[in-house]
């Protein structure tokens, strides 16, 4: 399908409404609970024997009678792998394109990981590997990944998620946060992916794709293969577009539901800091 919305200017300061709140809602699974010096407070509950007597709460102890120690959790890095999956399809949007959603949902995660220090590893595949980013600091991501995002053209790719598959299981090592965005206009098989590690899949649409209301002579231009037809398009038609649409999205969410990914759809005109959050709640 072609291009709707016009390309818009874009700058290196995203619009990042999520920075360090996305990955704060994670913190909790992936903390560590020790009674030491931990860096942030979790509970006060009442002294036993293995508790360090430094951490005794002096005023919780005198006020109550009963001896009471502060507990912290000490937060661990995570380690974090943002997909950014390339297709030709994402070259489309009625309110913005899909491909400046997708930028912004990669810029806002990536930043956010960084501002919590964790292990950042970032990667642009279709059918093959186009982009990897190792670990970096935050400028050198802004200068080099962001804008790699901001500045690629994805006409004439597809995206293949049996090879996306096969590469990250032998590129990712230890067990991993694995976001993957895109359109998922095809159908992906993540069981292997997600024994391994923990998904999250931003799923990024237009509304207008959804439920197409074209009528009447159109060309139309393959964003994936680049091949150009012209159609005459009629109430029958579409609506079979949008039926096996639907079909498409059901059999997709059968999926991600059975193996418990979580996902989110994200809509071009959406708030994209709620939908993130959401996603990671």
């Known amino acids: 399908m072609g291009k709707i919305a016009n390309s818009k200017l874009y700058q290196n300061n995203l619009p990042l409404t999520t920075k360090q709140r996305i990955f704060s809602h994670l913190s909790g699974e992936h903390n560590s609970i020790f009674s030491g010096n931990g860096l942030d407070f979790r509970e006060l509950r009442e002294y036993n024997t293995s508790d360090d007597i430094r951490h005794l709460n002096w005023k919780v102890t005198a006020r109550t009678g009963t001896p009471c120690v502060n507990v912290f959790s000490e937060d661990k890095k995570l380690n974090i792998v943002v997909v950014y999956l390339v297709s030709g399809s994402i070259y489309f949007g009625s309110v913005r394109e899909k491909s400046e959603v997708m930028e912004e949902i990669f810029g806002s995660l990536c930043l956010s990981a960084t501002e919590k220090k964790d292990t950042l590893t970032t990667l642009f595949f279709s059918d093959?590997?186009?982009?990897?980013?190792?670990?970096?600091?935050?400028?050198?991501?802004?200068?080099?990944?962001?804008?790699?995002?901001?500045?690629?053209?994805?006409?004439?790719?597809?995206?293949?998620?049996?090879?996306?598959?096969?590469?990250?299981?032998?590129?990712?090592?230890?067990?991993?946060?694995?976001?993957?965005?895109?359109?998922?206009?095809?159908?992906?098989?993540?069981?292997?992916?997600?024994?391994?590690?923990?998904?999250?899949?931003?799923?990024?649409?237009?509304?207008?794709?959804?439920?197409?209301?074209?009528?009447?002579?159109?060309?139309?231009?393959?964003?994936?293969?680049?091949?150009?037809?012209?159609?005459?398009?009629?109430?029958?038609?579409?609506?079979?577009?949008?039926?096996?649409?639907?079909?498409?999205?059901?059999?997709?969410?059968?999926?991600?539901?059975?193996?418990?990914?979580?996902?989110?759809?994200?809509?071009?005109?959406?708030?994209?800091?709620?939908k993130l959050r959401e996603l990671v709640r």
């Open 128 to 274: 093959k590997e186009e982009r990897f980013f190792p670990p970096m600091k935050q400028n050198a991501l802004k200068k080099e990944a962001i804008t790699y995002a901001q500045t690629l053209n994805p006409l004439g790719k597809k995206v293949d998620f049996e090879k996306l598959s096969n590469y990250l299981l032998g590129a990712v090592k230890s067990k991993s946060l694995l976001f993957l965005i895109g359109d998922f206009l095809e159908l992906p098989n993540l069981k292997l992916l997600n024994a391994k590690h923990e998904l999250y899949i931003a799923i990024v649409r237009d509304k207008f794709e959804e439920d197409l209301k074209l009528l009447g002579e159109c060309g139309l231009v393959n964003p994936s293969s680049g091949e150009q037809k012209h159609f005459f398009l009629n109430s029958e038609n579409i609506a079979t577009y949008n039926k096996n649409l639907k079909s498409h999205d059901e059999k997709l969410f059968t999926h991600l539901k059975s193996h418990k990914i979580r996902h989110t759809k994200i809509y071009t005109d959406d708030d994209i800091g709620i």
